[in-house]
């Protein structure tokens, strides 16, 4: 039942940027989204969230398309310890997770 | 100073026990959740309690009953275990303010297998 979608993994090089598309096609006006991830099987970390306008802070930065139908979170200059699943969640009621993307960063 | 912490990390019993597992959160938060992460890594919300009072009550068995003595606290107690309730179980807290939620933080998770 999650509300959006991502390619289920993607590979970067270390000290590139890594860029993760999340399409949310169904988005209403008001309705939040959420990036988090999960490194190995601890408890998934907040990164970033946004409405309407793009947001960046020390982890990372959210671009939101105009339409507000898809994001891309960007992680700078991603290390080896950016390996993780990455989940873009769209806030309605509560956090639901779909599959996310596993993001492999490779020296 | 662990924001969100559970007790215990690893639990192994037998099949028809009854166990809980505690959550404790010291962020003030007014919300709380539980959700479960089977071994297919798909992370499912179970639970959502907001000023302890429930909100979200996903298709769980009712062997499944979450306790929120308050609002720092919220326990799950699991009667009659089966084998299909080993996953790992992770506790997250967060402030809710309408249309957005502050960011949710999340408990190390307790991994739980029936025997």
């Known amino acids: 039942d999650a509300k959006t979608t991502q390619p289920p993994s993607m590979d970067c090089a270390e000290g590139r940027a890594a860029n993760l598309p999340c399409n949310h096609s169904t988005i209403s006006g008001n309705e939040y989204v959420y990036w988090y991830r999960q490194i190995h099987s601890q408890g998934p970390q907040y990164i970033i969230h946004?409405?309407?306008n793009n947001e960046t802070n020390e982890m990372a930065s959210l671009i939101i398309t105009e339409d507000r139908k898809s994001s891309t979170l960007i992680l700078p200059h991603a290390t080896l310890r950016d390996t993780a699943v990455y989940y873009c969640i769209v806030l309605r009621r509560d956090m639901r997770f779909g599959a996310g993307t596993r993001l492999t960063v490779k020296p | 100073d662990t924001a969100v912490s559970q007790t215990p990390k690893y639990l192994v019993t037998q099949m028809g026990n009854d166990k809980s597992i505690k959550c404790e959160q010291n962020l003030g938060h007014d919300t709380m959740y539980w959700y479960k992460q089977d071994s297919k890594k798909f992370l499912k919300i179970m639970f959502s309690?907001?000023?302890?009072?429930?909100?979200i009550n996903e298709t769980v068995p009712n062997r499944f009953s979450p306790k929120s003595p308050d609002k720092a606290h919220l326990n799950l107690h699991i009667n009659s275990l089966e084998l299909g309730d080993s996953a790992v179980y992770f506790c997250?807290?967060?402030?809710?303010?309408?249309?957005?939620?502050?960011?949710?933080?999340f408990g190390q998770g307790t991994r739980l297998t029936v025997v």
């Open positions: 946004g409405l309407k």
């Open positions: 309690y907001n000023n302890k009072e429930l909100i």
């Open positions: 997250a807290s967060s402030n809710t303010r309408p249309p957005a939620n502050t960011e949710a933080f």
